[in-house]
């Protein structure tokens, strides 16, 4: 099966795909796939948005950017620029994207070492790229479609929560956390969950807790630190 038609098996026959993959793991095509899709995306938004607008979305819910002398508001006013913004943005989606997915795997080999599952790391390097294989078209197609540069940053997450249904402003409790969540982080688990099924032959509860008790924890401690 090649990486096209293994794409396509994520979407109708999950299971099958990642039978596929436990004999041939790789992880090349979808990696490059999310990190060049996310740059592009990143650059087009950047590089068309309101600028001056989008100073004053992002700070006006700022509390500690408020309580800032005002020179010093001004001086990071001046700083923030459609340049700085835009290559930023760039470099951190080819080094954090990377990053996570390294994380992700490690976690993932680690928990197979301590319950058994007889699988490398590039196993679970290929599950973490794979299973993020969402895409950027919802956000590319706004993009597109929108005649308004003054377009909120949350055209780059809208199949979140937060764009769906709660509609916290920028700076506010919880907004980045909602903006995480969403439509992606559901199938990419769910996903995740169906591989761990598949290539350890445990019992559906066994493989939701393996995939699930990071996120778990890490939104259980990011939402007391976002409302305490």
């Known amino acids: 099966m090649n990486n096209l038609a293994l794409t396509g098996a994520l979407a109708t026959a999950p299971a099958t795909a990642f039978t596929e993959l436990r004999e041939r793991p790789r992880f090349w095509f979808p990696l490059l796939a999310v990190v060049l899709s996310t740059a592009a995306v990143v650059y087009w938004y950047y590089s068309i948005v309101d600028i001056e607008w989008l100073k004053d979305v992002l700070y006006a819910n700022n509390p500690d950017f408020q309580k800032l002398p005002e020179a010093d508001r001004a001086r990071a006013m001046g700083m923030f620029t459609r340049t700085t913004l835009l290559w930023s943005s760039l470099i951190g989606t080819f080094v954090v994207v990377p990053i996570i997915y390294v994380l992700s795997a490690l976690y993932y080999w680690l928990s197979a070492k301590v319950t058994k599952i007889p699988l490398g790391f590039k196993h679970w390097f290929a599950l973490a790229c794979w299973s993020s294989v969402i895409g950027?078209?919802?956000?590319?197609?706004?993009?597109?479609?929108?005649?308004?540069?003054?377009?909120?940053?949350?055209?780059?997450?809208?199949?979140?929560?937060?764009?769906?249904?709660?509609?916290?402003?920028?700076?506010?409790?919880?907004?980045?956390?909602?903006?995480?969540?969403?439509?992606?982080?559901?199938?990419?688990w769910a996903l995740s969950i169906i591989a761990v099924r598949?290539?350890?032959?445990?019992?559906?509860?066994?493989?939701?807790?393996?995939?699930?008790?990071?996120?778990?924890?890490?939104?259980?401690?990011?939402?007391?630190?976002?409302?305490?």
């Open 136 to 188: 950027t078209v919802v956000t590319a197609i706004l993009l597109a479609t929108s005649n308004n540069p003054q377009i909120g940053p949350g055209v780059m997450a809208p199949l979140s929560l937060n764009e769906l249904l709660l509609h916290r402003p920028v700076g506010s409790p919880g907004q980045t956390m909602f903006d995480t969540l969403g439509i992606p982080a559901l199938l990419s």
């Open 198 to 228: 598949t290539w350890s032959g445990r019992s559906w509860g066994f493989s939701t807790l393996f995939i699930l008790l990071p996120a778990v924890v890490i939104y259980g401690i990011w939402a007391f630190v976002a409302f305490k």
